[in-house]
């Protein structure tokens, strides 16, 4: 074989080998390294951005790659690894790239040659930076928390309190030196062990243990207090408190307990108590040392009598208001009434158990003034409210009669409620106090006697509708015949007619009204328009009165206009009845800020003051001679107190016998 032909036999060979490894070494993810045998030279080297790359062989790798602090001992085990010929295994740290240390483990095998000499080393270095860092800060962080529960460890064993700690069997797991101390025992012969093998009494043991229970299956804390012999100190008294300790999954895993010994506190108190009691002798026999002087001052004695005699005054007409007060309770208790009592700032309601009950509630449960209304009949509610809110803050009138439906009973029931509000002596707040009273059986009459007044209205409306239709019909027959004296006699009976229709009218509406049919649609208008119309409307239809209406400003109020036309229509109706021939009426209409007025005067007969305080009752009419002659069913100011009332505003009446009358009605503007 010639040199040439061994050179082409190994060339191919050696390629493969170089080809080989460089496909490795691309392959690889880790720095691929080889070196001379004694590892003085590096050969070319890929860093792979982790160490340096080198293009050429280097001396200096060391110094390059290997972090000072560690190259003590790569040369340590590079020298073994050579002496041994044996693979070199280390894991130390690097210069990394950029600068920054890393770690590494690095890992090379010899190559030998025939005579089993080294020629080169190969080697791999893995980047092991991450996997050294997350170990690093494992051991760090082990580290403080073996610090930590050092630091408790000497508070628990450092403290008098008993710490302990019991597993779900009540066995103790974790006693403190203070308990061990306590129980004059070691750790080894009191851990895991019962409450009972400790040395508790029966009694103590499973009181403790029913806690554990308790905690156990409440998950909250408990807080108690034992008395039981100590073993040197003798009786004592503890506090203990035990607390839950829970898993990751949120159960009880354990029940740990601190118990405090209170004695001495509680000796504390026991003496500052005994302490406090002398200072009160003391005070008291001061005080009677002050009385001794007082006593020998006889300006001072005789105002003190004077005081005295105040006081027995005052005592007595205490002792009076108490006595009208139980009175009036055995009243309201005797009559079964409901009472409550509403507080006008804060809005509490305090009620008695009857008022629950008419509202059909249980005696013992909560009743708010919203779930109050919220059992009054619908038509009723809107009223009923609007009234309760007037009163309590505009001190307006409240006796109310409206259905309420029992919520747990489902009976109905109708309730007069009246109210009385009363201000507190600092005007702080007002009281808003009454009594409800069940009307049921009295209002199912009325209603009953409502129902047929209505019914008889309706029935009496038709005949007399035809009735003044012929009687319009033979009029005009008449008219043209000219006959005088029938058409004057015929006019009158339509005169009549109409009448009737309005007095049966109003029946019908007295009925709406009591059976909650009439509801109050406001809308805003000008009440100036409104007193404009009802000028227009008395000019054409009465001329037996001077009628004189005063300049109005536009006044805009949000009200029922029908409605509120009708009780102006009323009450100068009534001024034209009840005030003679070719006397004045005047109308008028002023505000404030807040409010409407509307007034009517009259120079007509007047009003007593017993009559005055009723006539806006139902059907309630003045019994005198001048009246006989009037005719009329004591609806009208009725109606018209009650329209006002729900509109939220005030009316009344101001009057004397003879000196006529001022008939007047407030509204809230702007609401
Ligand atoms: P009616 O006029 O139908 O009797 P009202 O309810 O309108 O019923 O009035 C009730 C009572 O009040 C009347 O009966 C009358 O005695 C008295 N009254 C009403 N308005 C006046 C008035 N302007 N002057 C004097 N008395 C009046």
Redesign the pocket.
């Known amino acids: 074989m010639d040199q040439n032909s061994e050179e082409q036999n190994l060339t191919p060979n050696k390629n493969t080998a170089q080809e080989r490894l460089d496909a490795l070494t691309a392959a690889s993810a880790d720095v691929t390294y080889s070196l001379s045998a004694d590892w003085k030279i590096m050969h070319p080297l890929d860093g792979r951005g982790f160490l340096l790359d080198a293009n050429q062989p280097i001396t200096n790798w060391k110094e390059k790659n290997v972090f000072l602090g560690d190259l003590k001992i790569v040369d340590e085990a590079i020298a073994s690894a050579i002496k041994n010929k044996k693979m070199f295994e280390l894991e130390h740290r690097v210069n990394r790239a950029d600068g920054t240390i890393g770690w590494t483990y690095s890992r090379a095998v010899p190559i030998l040659d025939k005579s089993g000499n080294i020629k080169e080393w190969y080697g791999i270095a893995k980047d092991i930076s991450k996997r050294k860092e997350a170990e690093i800060a494992l051991t760090e962080s082990r580290k403080a928390i073996e610090d930590q529960q050092q630091i408790y460890e000497t508070i628990i064993s450092g403290t008098p309190d008993l710490m302990y700690v019991f597993d779900l069997n009540y066995r103790f797991t974790y006693a403190n030196k203070a308990l061990l101390n306590m129980w004059g025992k070691t750790w080894d012969n009191a851990i895991g062990k019962r409450l009972l093998d400790n040395g508790y009494e029966p009694w103590h043991a499973e009181m403790h243990e029913k806690e554990i229970d308790q905690v156990v299956a409440t998950r909250k804390p408990i807080r108690g207090e034992v008395s039981f012999p100590h073993a040197t100190l003798g009786k004592r008294i503890y506090d203990y408190i035990f607390t839950p300790v829970m898993g990751n999954d949120g159960k009880v895993i354990a029940v740990a307990g601190t118990t405090r010994d209170i004695t001495e506190i509680n000796n504390i108190k026991l003496k500052l108590q005994e302490t406090s009691e002398e200072l009160q002798t003391t005070n008291e026999e001061l005080r009677s040392t002050v009385e001794e002087m007082a006593a020998t001052n006889e300006e001072l004695i005789a105002s003190n009598e004077q005081l005295i005699r105040l006081n027995d005054q005052l005592l007595e007409a205490r002792k009076k208001i108490e006595d009208t007060e139980i009175a009036l309770r055995l009243a309201i208790e005797g009559a079964d009434f409901g009472t409550w009592y509403i507080n006008s700032v804060t809005r509490e309601f305090i009620t008695d158990g009857r008022l629950k009950e008419l509202f059909g509630f249980y005696p013992d449960e909560e009743l708010t003034i919203e779930q109050a209304i919220a059992q009054i009949s619908e038509e009723y509610r809107e009223m009923v409210s609007q009234k309760l809110e007037n009163a309590i803050y505009n001190n307006g009138e409240y006796d109310v009669t409206y259905p309420v439906e029992g919520l747990h009973d489902g009976k109905l029931r109708w309730l007069r409620a009246i109210g009385n509000l009363k201000a507190d002596s600092s005007g702080a707040f007002s009281a808003f106090t009454g009594v409800v009273m069940d009307v049921t059986e009295q209002k199912t009459d009325e209603l009953r006697k409502n129902d047929f007044i209505a019914m008889v209205s309706h029935e009496l409306k038709t005949p007399l509708t035809s009735l003044k239709g012929y009687i319009q019909i033979v009029l005009r027959k008449l008219l043209t015949m000219g006959d005088d004296s029938a058409i004057g006699a015929l006019e009158k009976a339509f005169a009549q007619t109409v009448k009737m229709t309005g007095m049966i009218n109003g029946f019908l509406t007295v009925s709406r009204l009591e059976s909650g049919k009439i509801s109050i649609e406001p809308t805003e208008f000008d009440l100036a328009l409104l007193i404009r119309e009802a000028e227009q409307e008395t000019h054409t239809t009465i001329n037996t009165h001077k009628v004189i209406f005063d300049p109005v400003n536009s006044t805009i109020i949000n009200a029922d206009h029908d409605k509120i036309g009708q009780v102006v229509h ?1 009450l100068i109706s ?2 034209v ?2 005030a003679p021939s070719n006397s004045t009426i005047r109308i008028s209409c002023t505000n404030d800020e807040s409010t409407a007025y509307v007034a009517i005067a ?1 120079d ?4 007593s003051a017993p009559d005055l305080s009723k ?1 806006f009752d139902r059907f ?3 019994q005198d001679s001048k ?1 006989s002659t009037v005719s ?7 109606l018209c107190k009650e329209i006002i009332d729900r509109h939220g505003g005030k009316i009344w009446a101001q ?1 004397e016998q003879g000196k006529g ?1 001022i ?1 007047s009605f407030s509204l809230p503007m702007n609401s």
């Open positions: 009323n009534n001024a009845k009840y009259d007509g007969i007047g009003i006539i309630y009419r003045v009246m009329g069913f004591g609806i009208g100011l009725y009057s009358s008939f």
